[in-house]
């Protein structure tokens, strides 16, 4: 069964509820958005989350050292990159990468190729946003980017469209954020709730 992520958390609250119903990973952000956490607002989160839940923190275009930094002070457990960060850069660090592709069409899976990482993530392209834009993507573009690794699949998706895209890709994991938002930032446990009975009753 592919994992769930949960992203875009930003109070302890949601991130319990998320880790109690089934999510796997956790996302936090600390790139400029909506959904922006700081190092001190996660530290205090993570000692609360129960063991076996994987903190991811994302990042966008910022320093290594500013990267190790918030690795350090969070605990965390995964870094995404979701900025234009070079193959070079992802290779410096020390837990495993998850780097960020938006997909238009055929060609932005060339990139893929050119990444040693541990999973790829695949979201919707839209022009200048880096993430959470509700917008879904041609899945069949997912299942042909599996030749280049595990991938993580992102991009509009939410209860009723979650179940499919498992069955149809089965990717190693799901990324959710906006389909279970009331608000940038604010989780609907009912929601995050739905979704992961979604995925789960895909077996």
């Known amino acids: 069964m592919s994992k769930i992520k949960v992203c875009g958390l930003t109070n302890l609250e949601d991130a319990k509820q998320a880790a109690e119903v089934g999510a796997d990973l956790l996302g936090f952000i600390f790139a400029k958005s909506p959904r922006q956490v700081t190092n001190r607002e996660v530290a205090k989160i993570s000692k609360e989350l129960p063991a076996g839940v994987k903190k991811v923190g994302v990042f966008a275009n910022q320093s290594k050292a500013e990267i190790k930094e918030t690795i350090t002070k969070c605990d965390l457990d995964y870094i995404q990159l979701h900025g234009s960060e070079s193959p070079k850069f992802c290779k410096q660090f020390r837990l495993p ?6 997909v238009k069409d055929k060609t932005s899976l060339s ?5 040693e990482v541990d999973k790829y993530l695949l979201d919707t392209y839209v022009p200048d946003k880096l993430g959470g834009t509700g917008k879904t993507f041609n899945w069949e573009l997912a ?3 599996k030749k280049y690794g595990s991938i993580i699949m992102a991009g509009g998706l939410e209860a009723s469209n979650v179940k499919l895209a498992v069955k149809k890709v089965s990717p190693w994991a799901v990324d959710v954020s906006s389909g279970v938002e009331v608000k940038p930032g604010k989780k609907d446990y009912e929601q995050v709730k739905e979704f992961v009975e979604s995925v789960e009753s895909t077996g």
């Open 143 to 145: 299942i042909q980017a």
């Open 111 to 115: 990139q893929l190729r050119e990444y």
């Open 97 to 102: 990468v998850i780097k960020a592709f938006r």
